[in-house]
């Protein structure tokens, strides 16, 4: 009985000492929401620009045309005048009678020679044309029948002397073309000599110069003339 009355006294002393429930802790004040709620700065910014644009006069239409910088008139790009340089150099080079006397030597024939040599070595005649008279200007020039026909009969004979030319070697292996020398003095021909209408200035036995194995060698050109300021072959080979 006595032991009961210890056991229940002691466990109302400990009852009473039990602590009691501790409060809740409150947020802290930067925790919570702003009351204000104001928006933020660029907003404002914003809405500050927006309402001055609006107040702005509105721009001047200019019809879609850009209006200079500098407030002045846009200045005009001058069209450029036609070059008339060209027309008046080929008019300056050609001459009614012909008498331009061409060079002895310059890189256009020079480079006609080449074409000449290099249709011999590989016996294509057609290569040698340039180096040979124009039919245009041959029909005034001739004071013949029919001049048309009598450059056609040259020209045929060119094509053949080129021929002959090459059959003078077995072989052209190796062969270099050195250059062309104008043969004798040029002479000028004037109107109603060697039936012809128009003067020129000729030459007789030219050089086409070449080397082969070494060794320098030539080609005799039978006849040059001019026509405005150039060299041209009427006749290569021998002719009757």
Known sequence: MRERVVVGALAMVMGCAAPGPTPEARPAESAQPSSAGAPPKATAAAGAGAAEAASAPPAEDTGGAALPQDGGAAAATPQQAPDAGAEADAAAT????????????????????????????????????????????????????????????????????????????????????VGFEV????????????????????????KLKYEIDGKPASLDVHTIISWQGRWYITHLGKFK
């Open 94 to 177: 050609f001459a009614a009678d012909n008498k331009i006397k061409p060079p002895l030597a310059s890189e256009e024939l020079t480079a006609r020679a080449r074409g000449l040599f290099e249709a011999i070595v590989k016996n294509e005649p057609a290569l040698a044309d340039p180096f040979w008279f124009p039919k245009e200007p041959f029909i005034p020039l001739k004071d013949v029948k029919d001049p048309g026909k009598y450059w056609d009969n040259l020209h045929a004979a060119y094509v053949n002397d080129v021929k002959a030319m090459h059959r003078k070697r077995k072989g052209w292996e190796g062969a270099r073309f």
């Open 183 to 206: 043969g004798s003095t040029p002479k000028w021909v004037p109107p109603g000599d060697e039936v012809n209408k128009i003067g020129y200035y000729r030459s007789f036995h030219g």
